[in-house]
């Protein structure tokens, strides 16, 4: 993931001036006026984003915000607060009073929210990836994928009738053993900027069915999609309190990390906060699953189909503009691999960068100028440290949106000791390592701290045997570019991309929402009530 999810971005200063929503072009300004327009949390014209408490978007009292601007022309869109202690412990309240009766609701009432919450998403998927585009910068076309990927979690809970059963067995004569799955209680989910949907749709689902309460915590750069989909589930029929949503950095995060009746957090971001919360959140008794930071490699053999290993790696490379923790951001070219180089920058370079409404793009801009600043940095560190520019994304040019934060596609060649390998850079980079054997390559990755991911491109079944063996990563490819589990499986990230020892979704999902509850009972037959009345003449003896 990023290197920093919990932006330290400056709060807004009265004397800082940016674009009006005429900054917006036409494309962009219907979209953001019907935003503003017909959802009741967030705003794309300049007003406040709310927190969603007890059932109720609310304005914060706080006297700190944070600018959330269109990182394609620096337009204003909306105003995220600092969600005061008071205004947070709220939430907390109302989470704590809705799990008394939401987690005694049956099961089926449960999988009925999640069935309802589905459809209200498939109907209100273009406002999702509007928000997405116009906040965070994706295409249109990926801000639906990130709508579609969270919308699988989704469909999956639905089987919670099936999934959370329990289990039982008479383990000696009339003496039973059963094991059920009951909820924690509430929990916090603490999501990332770039992916606004799918990542408070890992949670909310799977928290929810399974009878727990939710405090979400969206990223402070772009609540707007969070926002929708807290409406989403009040029009699903979710009672109120059971899902809030609070905003904020530091302090807020601290805060779910200290409250006493939280019992569980969920966190993907960067390494920095991630351990953070980690170490935090249990030495406070708390659960906690976190997805970090990725390196992950693309292997391409001599003798794997060309069109599909090349054209596989640049959009797992660029996609996103490299802001996906499942993006390939190294690939190893091994043996004759290596003369496919300039064939890969010069499709790569061909790539449309624009702004993400405009027809055809293939990528857009980065989340913020501070993100823009980073990645060009690590991109000039590789020449400094004795590396090849193949193909340069630094001053790309975008005329309709000169003020956009873009970076155009960047091909590196370097080593495993320069910093742009070392480094997750979480831009559209792609950092080319060479290898004289699939030996080589397999023992470059298993050095890496990372182990969220890698693939390998090959004809051979035994060539893919051997590495699906022998690499030491959680999610593999074999001629697949971005290798992430459908939600019946779970996410397996491993090393230094998580800490915890439970993933998210699939069954991993319901394990980490979910204590067991053994009970052992004894019922003779023998002393049963009620038998069958006896009409013989008592002899008494």
């Known amino acids: 993931m990023s290197i920093s999810r919990l932006a330290r971005i400056p709060l807004r200063s009265p004397s800082r001036s940016y674009a009006t929503t005429a900054g917006l072009n036409a494309l962009a300004r219907p979209k953001a006026e019907n935003l503003s327009a017909t959802w009741q949390g967030t705003s794309a014209t300049g007003g406040n984003t709310k927190n969603f408490i007890g059932g109720a978007f609310v304005d914060s009292k706080t006297t700190q915000w944070h600018d959330v601007l269109d990182p394609s022309t620096q337009t204003l869109l909306t105003r995220v607060p600092e969600t005061t202690m008071e205004e947070f412990d709220q939430a907390v309240d109302a989470a704590s009073q809705a799990f008394k009766s939401w987690s005694k609701q049956s099961v089926l009432a449960r999988q009925r929210f999640a069935i309802e919450l589905q459809y209200q998403i498939r109907q209100n998927a273009d406002a999702l990836a509007h928000s997405i585009v116009l906040e965070q910068g994706k295409t249109l076309a990926d801000a639906h994928g990130d709508v579609l990927r969270g919308l699988q979690v989704v469909e999956t809970a639905i089987g919670i009738t099936s999934n959370i059963v329990g289990e039982k067995l008479e383990v000696s004569k009339d003496m039973d053993t059963e094991v059920r799955k009951l909820p924690l209680g509430v929990c916090a989910s603490i999501a990332p900027f770039n992916f606004p949907a799918m990542i408070p749709l890992w949670t909310i689902p799977l928290a929810t069915v399974t009878g727990n309460t939710l405090i979400l915590k969206p990223s402070e750069r772009d609540p707007g999609a969070a926002m929708i989909i807290a409406e989403l589930c009040a029009r699903a029929g979710l009672p109120e309190g059971v899902v809030n949503v609070v905003h904020g950095t530091v302090p807020v995060v601290n805060r779910i990390c ?282 008494h003896h």
């Open 258 to 539: 200290d409250h006493e009746a939280i019992k569980a957090v969920s966190f993907v971001g960067g390494d920095r906060a991630g351990r953070h919360i980690y170490e935090r959140a249990t030495k406070n008794g708390k659960r906690v699953q976190a997805n970090l930071g990725a390196k992950n490699h693309a292997v391409i053999m001599p003798d794997a189909n060309k069109n599909l290993a090349l054209n596989s790696i640049i959009g797992a490379a660029f996609g996103a503009a490299g802001q996906r923790c499942m993006a390939v951001s190294v690939a190893v070219l091994v043996g004759a691999a290596q003369s496919w180089l300039p064939e890969l920058v010069e499709r790569a370079s061909k790539l449309n960068v624009n702004g993400g409404f405009e027809e055809g793009a293939d990528l857009g801009p980065l989340i913020s100028p501070a993100s823009k600043a980073r990645v060009t940095g690590l991109i000039a560190s590789c020449a400094d440290e004795g590396g090849r520019i193949h193909l340069d994304g630094r001053n790309v040019q975008v005329p309709a949106y000169s003020a956009g934060n873009f970076v155009g596609p960047t091909v590196l060649e370097g080593t495993v000791e320069m910093r742009c390998y070392r480094e997750e850079i979480f831009g559209p980079v792609l950092t080319v390592i060479t290898s004289d054997t699939l030996d080589d390559a397999l023992d470059i990755i298993n050095k890496n701290k990372y182990g969220n991911g890698a693939v390998i491109f090959t004809q051979s079944g035994a060539t893919a045997r051997k590495f699906e063996s022998g690499v030491n990563v959680g999610q593999v490819g074999i001629n697949v570019p971005i290798p992430v589990p459908l939600p019946m499986f779970a996410w397996s990230g491993n090393k230094g991309s998580v800490l915890g020892d439970i993933g998210f979704y699939g069954k991993s999902g319901i394990n980490f929402y979910t204590q067991n509850k053994t009970t052992t009972s004894l019922w003779r037959q023998e002393d049963a009530i009620g038998n069958k009345a006896s009409v013989d003449m008592p002899t």
